[in-house]
């Protein structure tokens, strides 16, 4: 008998001591990459910190389901723990919804074959989740007290990713790897679309909603899912009267939406901003924008145009996701602009992946592009990370905050506004 306690007292040591070591291991491997975030070149001037610091959160209009939703997100934060950090509950969102992306996009061989039902229902799921999440973080932040201009810039940067991946997946659930063409301008649509309405708050210093906004189309996209679930080849019938496919319709709507809703933002915009003589946020020009949005277009429709081996038609989804994180690290660069009201630059090293990939075709395919386009991903992401890491920890830094960690506050904000 004591022989068997002294055995369960050496396991209960040992586990223990295993345990420490992990976590000291961990804190260690934490202090380790903050240490090399911090010794790469500043990002962030004193002035921008400074206007950061100060930045505070406008809106303006409501969407059709947002009402309904808010009841729904209410409920659901108050099961949330007072000490999970707001940007905390953003990431695990956009972990589980890329997550979910990136496995549909294998299975699919990149949007052009059908594939189980059970990973229809994990892409709809992890982007409801991400919804969700992402709905409640604001209302975990005003709750817990730990509101900051950080929340804004993370929950937004999370969201311009999330949009490539989201879009990407909604054409690999409707099989469009097949109508190539159909697929980019969708994927093309949607990021000008984001871009466009930051663009417009950059320009109004205030994120306005439409009726139909983001809640709306990522409803749709979980409602495309749960059909897919039903009848995964329904996508590919054809319709009556019109007689063309129902993915190439839903497509065209997405399309169209989008388009509609980056048009309203540049009618907006050409009203006048904000600024002295109705200038920007930061006292430029309103119209200077367009030039990243249009460059970046232009680049992926040449590449995509002029490609040798048909990169667009091999390898669709992997294609627009590398021009998909180009588009997201020129809108982080706009939103910090917008929140730090500073001029925005000409050049970005978001461009380089394609510009190499365009010189490349000049080239004859010197460097085959199904290889350039894996590099090109590579260093869009290398570049897009290190962008986002070292201005939160900048920022971080600026207001002596943790970017995932909170105190728990001693007493409860029952404010869980939008």
């Not at 992990?22 to 010794?39: F, M, P, W, Y």
């Not at 897919?228 to 997405?254: D, N, Q």
């Not at 006048?272 to 119209?287: D, F, L, M, P, Y």
Request: glycine content about 6%; proline content about 3%.
């Amino acid at each position: 008998m004591s022989s068997n306690r002294i055995l369960d007292n050496n396991l209960q040591s040992s586990f223990h001591g295993n345990v420490r070591q992990i976590t000291q291991k961990t804190h260690q491997l934490g202090s380790n990459a903050k240490e090399v975030i911090r010794n790469l070149p500043n990002i962030l001037t004193e002035q921008q910190i400074k206007r950061l610091k100060e930045h505070k959160y406008a809106s303006e209009g409501t969407t059709l389901l947002d009402p309904y939703m808010q009841i729904f997100w209410k409920r659901l934060v108050e099961f949330c723990p007072l000490w999970v950090a707001p940007n905390l509950i953003t990431i695990v969102g956009l972990v589980l919804n890329i997550g979910a992306s990136i496995l549909l996009i294998i299975l699919t061989d990149g949007a052009k074959e059908q594939c189980t039902r059970w990973m229809y229902f994990l892409t709809g799921l992890g982007l409801f989740l991400y919804q969700s999440l992402d709905a409640i973080d604001g209302k975990q932040a005003r709750r817990t007290d730990s509101s900051s201009p950080l929340g804004e810039l993370f929950d937004h940067g999370c969201d311009s990713v999330s949009t490539v991946f989201v879009t990407v997946a909604f054409c690999c659930v409707l099989q469009l790897g097949v109508h190539p063409w159909v697929m980019f301008w969708c994927c093309m649509l949607s990021c000008v679309t984001f871009y466009c309405a930051h663009w417009q708050t950059y320009v109004s210093g205030k994120l306005k909603f439409g009726t139909f906004d983001c809640t709306e189309a990522q409803f749709f996209f979980i409602f495309v899912c749960l059909i897919t679930i039903i009848s995964p080849s329904f996508w590919t019938k054809t319709m009556p009267i019109i007689h063309i496919e129902y993915r190439v319709f839903s497509a065209i709507l997405m399309i169209g939406s989008g388009f509609c809703s980056a048009v309203n933002n540049v009618r907006l915009i050409s009203q006048g901003g904000c600024g002295r003589n109705s200038s920007s946020v930061a006292g430029t020009s309103i119209i200077f924008p367009a030039w990243h949005i249009l460059f970046l277009t232009f680049l992926a429709y040449i590449a995509s145009n002029h490609s040798l081996s048909t990169a667009l038609v091999q390898h669709p989804a992997l294609h627009l996701i590398c021009y998909g994180i180009a588009f997201s690290k020129i809108t982080n660069r706009l939103i910090v602009a917008h929140m730090s009201k500073s001029p925005l630059n000409r050049w970005d090293t978001a461009y380089i992946g394609p510009i190499a990939f365009c010189v490349n075709q000049y080239f004859s395919c010197f460097i085959g592009e199904h290889i350039l386009l894996w590099f090109f991903l590579a260093f869009n992401l290398y570049d897009l990370l290190r962008y986002n890491t070292k201005v939160c920890q900048e920022l971080c830094d600026a207001l002596n905050i943790h970017c995932f960690r909170i105190k728990p506050p001693t007493t409860l904000n029952t404010d869980h506004t939008h």
